[in-house]
């Protein structure tokens, strides 16, 4: 089936996703239906190397202006 970058999910149903990065850095996920995105469904996951400092710096949703529900 190969790789996807989008996954089903009914109502009440939860899921698990297995992502390999191979660059490090800071990636948005979201759901694709506005209004659940605009009232959370969206955030940021960051890849880093666990040898190096941290460089970046994850938005919180008051940082990005959403309200939280």
């Known amino acids: ?14 899921v698990r996703i ?21 009232t959370g469904m969206m955030a940021q996951i960051e890849a880093y190397d666990p040898n190096h400092e941290h460089k970046y710096h994850l938005l919180s949703m008051d940082e990005m202006n959403h309200p939280s529900k």
């Open 1 to 14: 089936h190969g790789w996807k970058d989008t996954v089903g999910v009914n109502a009440g149903e939860t």
């Open 18 to 38: 297995a992502v390999q990065f191979t660059k490090f850095g800071v990636y948005m996920y979201h759901c694709h239906i506005l209004e659940h995105e605009d």
